[in-house]
């Protein structure tokens, strides 16, 4: 069973920094992708940011140029370092692993940006 648990997230004054990590179960390796979504109060889940199992990224236009999606293949972790926060980056960030077709999400971690 896959197993994705999120952790990093917080209160943070605008034009702060964050990194969130996604600790999977098992090897990141088998999934094709790992990624990060968000969802904001009224708001339907977005994607914040992706990286395949090749290294390749992709952004929101949103958080280009301030947010980096990284990978540990050691440590079994994906990251999403997050600089020059705005107030609306306020979501519930979500860890999201896609493996042939079938989408793993983790629980959720907060983050909340004070202007």
């Known amino acids: 069973q896959v197993r994705l648990v999120e952790s990093g997230g917080g209160l943070v004054q605008a034009g702060g920094s964050l990194r969130l990590a996604c600790a999977a179960s098992?090897?990141?390796?088998?999934?094709?992708?790992m990624g990060w979504y968000r969802q904001a109060p009224g708001k339907q889940r977005e994607l914040v940011a992706t990286?395949?199992?090749?290294?390749?990224?992709n952004y929101a236009d949103s958080v280009k140029g301030r947010f980096a999606i990284s990978r540990d293949n050691a440590k079994n972790t994906v990251y999403l370092q997050m600089n020059s926060l705005k107030p609306e980056d306020t979501a519930v960030y979500y860890c999201n692993a896609l493996r042939y077709g079938n989408n793993y999400w983790g629980q959720g971690t907060q983050v909340t940006v004070s202007s």
């Open positions: 098992g090897s990141i390796f088998s999934f094709n992708a």
């Open positions: 990286i395949t199992n090749g290294g390749g990224t």
